[in-house]
C-alpha cells in the first residue's frame, strides 16, 4: 500500500507567522462563538439541541487551512467550528441558532445544520455515521467529473461502528476516492467512553487491512500538527492515490450537549485536557516568537468578543420566518407526496 510521507521521509511544511496568527484568531473566534452560544441557548433563545466545540477547535482551523476552497468539507452536528473555519460569518450562524429566515439554513436547521453550499461546506448531519455515505458521494462527484477536490469528512468516535461508516469506508477504498476520513476522537460517545464502545481502540488500525486505506494518528489540540498532517494528507489524495483515515485525538471541555450533567468523567480528567489547551498551546508559541503579548492578547479578544456580540445582537433582531416560508424546502414537492394543501 502506499505510504503517505512522514516526517521522516520528508520535511513538515513550516506555517508563516501569518498562518499561525491567523489560526490562533480563527480558534479564539470559536470559542467565544461557543460561550457566547451557551449563554444564548441558557436564555432559551436556542431551541433544540446544541453541542458544543470548545476544546477540539485545533482540529477544523488545522485541517481546514490546509485545504482550498473548491475542497469539500462535511461534518456531523457538533458544526459550528468547522462552519467558522470554513469561512461562515458569525451573523447567519447565530440567526440559523435562533431560528431566523436569515440563517444560513433558513432558520429551519439549527446548530446540527450549518450549511453554506458556495463555500463547499456540506453541513451539519444529526444522524451518527449517516453523512460518511454523502461524503463518498461527494468524492465520487469529483471523480467522476475529474474535478480537483478533496473531501474532507468529520465524524465523532461514536460514528466508526455505525454500518454507513463500513460501507462507506469499502466503497472508498474499491473507487480510490479523494477523501479524508477524520475521527474526532474525544474519547466519549454522550457519556460512552470509547473504551465501552469499541473492541480495537487504536483507531488508526482500524481501514489499512480492512478496507485498504492507510490510517494515521494526529495530535488534535495541536493546531500545527493538524495542518501538516492535512498538508501531506491532502496532498496524497489529490496525487490520485485514494482516501485516508485520521483518528484525531482531541477532548470536548464541555458537556456532550447543552443538557449534560457530565456525570461519566472528573473534573480532574478535564483539567488535564486543558494544560494542554489549543488556544493557550498556540498563544505560547507565538508569544515566545514575540509575536504576542498581554496587550495584544487582550485586544484581540475585545475586538472578537465584540464581533460576536455584534452579530449575536443582529441575529436576535431578525425576523422569523413567515408562516408560509416555514413550509418552502421541507419537501420537494410543494406541500410534499403525503399532504394535500
Ligand atoms: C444513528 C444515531 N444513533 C444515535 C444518535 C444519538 N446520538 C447523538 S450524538 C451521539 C453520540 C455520538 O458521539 P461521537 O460520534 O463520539 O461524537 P461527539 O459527540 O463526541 O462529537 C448519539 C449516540 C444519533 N444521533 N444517531
Ligand atoms: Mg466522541
Not at 466508526?160 to 479523494?178: D, R, T, V
Not at 476520513?181 to 473492541?199: D, P
Not at 495541536?222 to 477532548?251: H, P, W
Request: with cysteine; proline share 4%.
Amino acid at each position: 500500500m502506499t505510504t503517505i510521507s512522514t516526517s521522516t521521509s520528508t520535511p513538515k511544511a513550516e506555517p508563516t507567522t501569518t498562518q499561525l496568527m491567523d489560526w490562533y484568531r480563527q480558534m479564539s473566534v470559536i470559542r467565544q462563538f461557543e460561550v457566547k452560544c451557551a449563554q444564548s441557548y441558557q436564555q432559551q433563545k436556542i431551541g433544540g439541541f446544541c453541542h458544543l466545540y470548545v476544546g477540539q477547535e485545533a482540529v477544523a482551523v488545522g485541517s481546514i487551512a490546509a485545504t482550498r476552497p473548491q475542497d469539500y468539507v462535511i461534518t456531523a452536528y457538533r458544526d459550528h467550528g468547522h462552519a467558522i473555519a470554513r469561512g461562515m460569518e458569525m451573523t447567519p450562524l447565530f440567526a440559523e441558532l435562533y431560528g431566523k429566515a436569515s440563517g444560513c439554513s433558513r432558520g429551519k436547521g439549527g446548530s446540527m445544520h450549518f450549511f453554506d453550499a458556495e463555500k463547499n461546506f456540506f453541513g451539519g448531519h444529526a444522524i451518527v455515521g449517516g453523512h460518511i455515505p454523502l461524503a463518498i458521494g461527494l468524492g465520487w462527484a469529483a471523480k467522476y467529473r475529474k474535478e480537483d477536490r478533496v473531501t474532507l469528512c468529520y465524524f465523532g468516535d461514536g460514528a466508526i461502528n455505525q454500518g454507513s461508516f463500513h460501507e462507506a469506508l469499502n466503497l472508498a477504498g474499491i473507487h480510490k476516492l479523494p477523501c479524508i476520513f477524520m475521527v474526532e476522537n474525544n474519547g466519549y460517545a454522550m457519556g460512552t467512553h470509547l473504551h465501552r464502545s469499541s473492541a480495537v481502540t487504536d483507531l488508526k488500525l482500524r481501514t489499512g487491512d480492512a478496507y485498504g486505506i492507510p490510517g494515521k494518528e494526529v495530535d488534535g489540540m495541536d493546531c500545527i500538527a493538524m495542518y501538516q498532517m492535512m498538508r501531506d494528507g491532502i496532498e496524497y489524495c489529490r496525487s490520485g492515490n485514494g482516501s485516508l483515515f485520521l483518528e484525531v485525538k482531541t477532548y470536548r471541555y464541555r458537556g456532550h450537549s447543552m443538557s449534560d450533567p457530565q456525570k461519566y468523567r472528573t473534573k480532574e480528567e478535564v483539567a488535564k485536557y486543558q494544560d494542554h489547551d489549543p488556544i493557550g498551546r498556540l498563544e505560547k508559541l507565538l508569544r515566545e516568537k514575540k509575536l504576542l503579548d498581554d496587550g495584544k492578547v487582550a485586544a484581540m479578544n475585545d475586538e472578537i468578543h465584540a464581533a460576536v456580540e455584534k452579530a449575536h445582537e443582529e441575529a436576535d433582531g431578525a425576523a422569523f420566518p413567515t408562516t408560509e416560508d416555514i413550509w418552502k424546502d421541507v419537501y420537494a414537492m410543494p406541500f410534499g407526496p403525503y399532504l394535500a394543501r
